[in-house]
């Protein structure tokens, strides 16, 4: 494993007071409890499943890629600070629900969220003193059997806060006020199983229904551009691309959780 990584992210922790061991390619932290897992580009067995202590069992965990570590570090630090309780918190029933536009919903995804933005028909935010704190996507209708009918199903695309922030509260108050706009039938969404820091979705009134296989991607290990598997091979801008070169290297997520919740039909 790249000793550079592995130092950074040791050194990330150090800063932030969190006491931690390191075995293998794992950090382990007492408080909070939580596991961190290292996946190094450079490493022959990157995507091993590590058998955790069985203290650690059932607690928060989350795998970080190096390549993300350097092209989306700011994200993924601010997030385990918020998880460190080492942002600012502010509570929801502070904050005003407002509409964001595509533009402005885009500009803050990209800056917060792992994945940046997506496309969406409903965006919505959280102002805090005026200012955005957090955003929150959702589709448009489309129609899905379930078991012996059809809903009109809406898929909760993202949620972010802003930088460090802990919006208490704050994923149900836009989804609240999604639902009271919309009156929905169903909505569903995913989570990244690369990042289990809590039960949000369950508290929110979500059941886990299944798992999506995991995502096969090659990252350039100078560059660190990742391509989804699919994409490289249906799209022929990548075509100049060589798998197998020492340019490139082969790596899978942990796929994602499924969520659902039915509602009343109002």
């Not at 997030?79 to 005003?96: D, H, Q, S, V």
């Not at 994945?115 to 704190?133: K, P, Q």
């Not at 999506?212 to 090659?218: D, G, L, M, Q, R």
């Not at 598997?229 to 799209?235: A, G, I, S, V």
Request: charged share 25%; with cysteine.
């Amino acid at each position: 494993m790249a000793d550079s990584f592995i130092l950074e992210v040791k050194d990330f922790l150090n800063s932030m007071g969190i006491e931690h061991t390191f075995e293998k390619n794992v950090f382990f932290l007492n408080n909070p409890q939580l596991t961190i897992e290292l996946c190094a580009l450079k490493s022959d067995n990157q995507n091993a499943v590590i058998s955790f202590p069985e203290f650690y069992h059932g607690n928060k965990h989350c795998r970080i890629y190096e390549d993300l570590w350097y092209s989306k570090g700011p994200v993924i630090r601010d997030i385990l600070k918020a998880n460190f309780n080492k942002g600012e918190t502010i509570f929801a029933r502070k904050c005003l629900v407002d509409t964001i536009d595509a533009k402005d919903a885009s500009d803050f995804l990209n800056k917060n969220h792992l994945l940046g933005s997506a496309r969406s028909s409903y965006r919505y935010c959280l102002r805090y003193n005026g200012e955005i704190v957090a955003v929150a996507l959702f589709s448009d209708s489309r129609p899905m059997r379930r078991d012996d009918c059809v809903l009109s199903s809406y898929e909760w695309v993202r949620y972010a806060s802003k930088d460090s922030v802990r919006v208490s509260g704050g994923m149900g108050k836009l989804l609240n006020h999604f639902i009271k706009e919309q009156r929905p039938e169903e909505i569903m969404s995913y989570s990244d199983a690369d990042w289990v820091l809590g039960n949000a979705y369950e508290k929110l009134g979500f059941k886990k229904t299944g798992a999506t296989a995991p995502v096969e991607f090659i990252v350039n290990k100078h560059s660190y551009e990742r391509i989804p598997l699919k994409k490289l091979k249906r799209d022929n801008k990548y075509k100049s691309v060589v798998i197998n070169s020492d340019d490139w290297v082969l790596i899978s997520n942990s796929g994602n959780f499924k969520f659902y919740r039915r509602f009343p039909i109002f």
